[in-house]
């Protein structure tokens, strides 16, 4: 599970495994496979560190 920003600033813990998609317009939004949708301030880039990062970590 990795670390996002929601709009707003509050911190939430996402489960990389079950995000859909993610796309830039211009903010960020991504889409879980449960339907829900965060707008989140992380880049694309960003996340896709975060993601590489937790699964080398081998949690």
Known sequence: MI?????GGKEVLINE???ETASET???????SN???YLVTETLS?????INEFRKSGC
């Open 3 to 7: 670390f996002l920003t929601k709009m």
């Open 17 to 19: 495994q079950l995000i």
């Open 26 to 32: 211009p903010d960020t939004v991504i889409v879980m």
């Open 35 to 37: 339907g829900h949708t």
């Open 46 to 50: 960003e996340i896709m560190e975060k």
